[in-house]
């Protein structure tokens, strides 16, 4: 998994630093350490796959896993809405629901939206966005996995944590698209 030597890449590993503590941080700042500590999967876990990766897959090889892990990540988001994830979470950390409205919940959002720009960036063989495609689909793959740990750190029977019932598609959906990245145009 050698990649040459890329003059843009000392500037791409500069920014993915910038943009992965600046989501854990905000993660931490919005939600609490627990949370904190999960985002670091996604997005430490994808910042380090990604600096050792080969970052050479046209968007095309990807397209059909990424559009998939989308719409299950926007099922997902509605299921941990209606369930109440934020209250559940809270109750578990102990720390309030932060305010949609407050800096960190919406900067933390932002985050999450840049997302939007994978097809754009991987298309122009963007280094930041080999990046986020790995930040995503770790993210989707592995930090969402969190929900089925959560019901172990509450104090009664093993049961449903809102949102785990959309990871059952949403995980594996991102598991096929980190395949694709690591595998391109086999």
Known sequence: ???PIDPK???????????TVTAIFLGYAALGILPAFIFTFGYA??????????????????VLPYFVTLALFIVHKIEE????????LSKLTGVPVPDPTSIQAVLL????????????????????????????????????????????????????FPGMWSVIGLAPAAW???????????
């Open 1 to 3: 998994m050698y990649m």
């Open 9 to 19: 890449r000392p500037f791409a590993i500069i920014e993915a630093t910038l943009f």
């Open 45 to 62: 876990g994808g910042f380090l796959i990604w600096v050792f990766a080969k970052n050479e897959t046209p968007f095309r090889k990807i």
């Open 81 to 88: 809405r209606e369930m109440g994830f934020f209250p559940a």
């Open 109 to 160: 959002y932002a985050i999450a939206c840049v997302w939007l720009l994978i097809p754009l960036l991987i298309w122009k063989r963007s280094m930041f966005g080999y990046y986020l495609a790995w930040t995503f689909f770790a993210s989707m793959g592995v930090t969402e996995l969190a929900h089925f740990v959560l019901p172990l750190l509450r104090h009664e029977p093993y049961g449903y």
């Open 176 to 186: 096929w698209g980190m395949y694709k990245l690591i595998t391109g145009d086999k």
